[in-house]
């Protein structure tokens, strides 16, 4: 059996944020796809519909991530009892 993946509610400032993360915006979820620093600390996020969003180094926003919980028996298969 596979690690399960769940979702999970995070928060993220621009040294936290990583690809993959939903970010919601008026109602609408954005992913990041990618992002670049800035010269003052922030971040320049692009998401995968090509918009663009600057987030400074004061910026929180909550995101939902994609974590991979591994399970009992992933566990006890892993160091080889049952």
């Not at 999970?8 to 609408?28: A, K, W």
């Not at 992913?31 to 998401?47: A, I, M, T, Y």
Request: a positive charge; hydrophobic letters at 35%.
């Amino acid at each position: 059996m596979p690690d399960s993946v769940v979702l999970t509610l995070v928060e993220v400032s621009p040294s936290t944020v990583q690809r993959g993360d939903l970010i919601e915006i008026g109602q609408r979820q954005f992913e990041v796809s990618d992002f670049h620093d800035e010269p003052d600390g922030g971040k320049r996020l692009r998401f995968t519909s090509g918009e663009d969003l600057l987030i400074r180094t004061g910026t929180r926003l909550f995101a939902m991530r994609e974590i991979r919980v591994r399970t009992r028996r992933a566990m006890l298969r892993a160091r080889g009892t049952r």
